[in-house]
């Protein structure tokens, strides 16, 4: 089962940061988090993912906690084609299980 | 980047019929595969964990015998649903794991195969 909540839906204007926050306050010490977004009927596509550090790359930078019970998405400067369903996922070292949970729509308006 | 190659993205089979749909690691290596169902406006539901070389582990309510899932390679899975029922027209999606673990960018999924059972 997904340890993730997130809200529901989002707004953000074009141009400007989308913060979008994940509560994952169940998270254990191997288990990494990971962000994807999905574009309508489109396969999910692989942002950003950490550990304990922050961490940045061309997409985005995720924020983690120190506590690690819960991360922000950080879309520095958000387009109209940012729009899509952003979701959170905690996933073990081990790999071997992987539950979306039901994520942020997230709608950038012009 | 790492892609995953998920073949076809749309079929339309008659009921009763079986349909068989790929996924490909192109460029990478997968010890693990994902099978993912999605119904319209609802978030990705795990089916079954596929290794190479092994049964899939399939999630509690997903029934085994009409989902077959062969993982025969590191680079290809198949999920098979046998006698499709319209009930079983969704949006199936696969994802793969790098074999050399978390530090290569995560998991990558496939397109997506939209099945349609008339």
């Known amino acids: 089962d997904a340890k993730t909540t997130q809200p529901t839906s989002m707004d953000c204007a074009e141009g400007r940061a989308a913060n979008l926050p994940c509560n994952h306050s169940?998270?254990?010490?191997?288990?990494?988090v990971y962000w994807y977004r999905q574009i309508h009927s489109q396969g999910p596509q692989y942002i950003i993912h950490?550990?304990?550090n922050n961490e940045t790359n061309e997409m985005a930078s995720l924020i983690i906690t120190e506590d690690r019970k819960s991360s922000t998405l950080i879309l520095p400067h958000a387009t109209l084609r940012d729009t899509a369903v952003y979701y959170c996922?905690?996933?073990?070292?081990?790999?071997?299980?992987?539950?979306f949970g039901t994520g942020t729509s997230l709608t950038v308006i012009p | 980047g790492a892609v995953v190659s998920q073949h076809p993205s749309r079929v339309i089979c008659k009921s009763g019929t079986s349909v068989k749909i790929e996924c490909r690691s192109l460029?990478?290596?997968?010890?693990?595969m994902f099978w993912y169902r999605q119904f319209p406006k609802q978030s990705l539901m795990l089916m079954a964990t596929?290794?190479?070389?092994?049964?899939?582990?399939?999630e509690q309510g997903v029934e085994k015998d009409k989902f077959l899932i062969n993982h025969a390679s590191l680079t290809l899975s198949t999920l098979t649903v046998t006698s499709a029922h319209p009930e079983d027209s969704s949006f199936y999606i696969c994802?793969?794991?790098?074999?050399?673990?978390?530090?290569?960018?995560?998991?990558?999924f496939g397109s997506g195969t939209r099945l349609t059972v008339v």
């Open positions: 596929s290794n190479e070389g092994s049964k899939a582990t399939y």
């Open positions: 169940t998270i254990s010490g191997n288990e990494y």
């Open positions: 460029d990478f290596q997968a010890t693990t």
């Open positions: 996922i905690v996933i073990p070292d081990t790999g071997n299980q992987f539950y």
């Open positions: 994802s793969a794991r790098d074999i050399r673990g978390q530090g290569f960018g995560g998991y990558t």
């Open positions: 950490g550990l304990k």
